[in-house]
């Protein structure tokens, strides 16, 4: 099995700041992508931002310039940094991995966190 525990998010003001972080744990034997996606209500859930293995980047125009990703590959773990917060950054976010399991296979498949909710108001 895999897990996807998330950790942070709460409640802060706008322009606050907050960090997510989210370990993978389990029968895995590579990661690749690790990314955060959020969803907020009466919406589709969208991605905010995504690293590879080798540290590449990408970033949801919404929050370039305010947020950063990064991961830990020794921990597999990936990081949400949340900068100058805005009242539509609220939603619940979710952690993504995509993996391979086992060394004799190149199939790799998504895992998803739980979800941990970002509120931010006033």
């Known amino acids: 099995q895999v897990q996807l525990v998330e950790s942070g998010g709460g409640l802060v003001q706008p322009g606050g700041s907050l960090g997510l972080s989210c370990a993978a744990s389990g029968s895995i034997f590579k990661i690749n992508a690790m990314g955060w996606y959020r969803q907020a209500p009466g919406k589709q859930r969208e991605v905010v931002a995504v690293?590879?293995?080798?540290?590449?980047?990408n970033y949801a125009d919404s929050v370039k310039g305010r947020f950063t990703i990064s991961r830990d590959n020794a921990k597999n773990t990936v990081y949400l940094q949340m900068n100058s917060l805005k009242p539509e950054d609220t939603a619940v976010y979710y952690c993504?991995?995509?993996?391979?399991?086992?060394?004799?296979?190149?199939?790799?498949?998504?895992?998803w966190g739980q979800g941990t909710q970002v509120a931010v108001s006033s």
């Open positions: 690293i590879t293995s080798d540290g590449n980047t």
């Open positions: 993504n991995a995509n993996l391979i399991r086992y060394f004799f296979t190149s199939r790799s498949i998504d895992y």
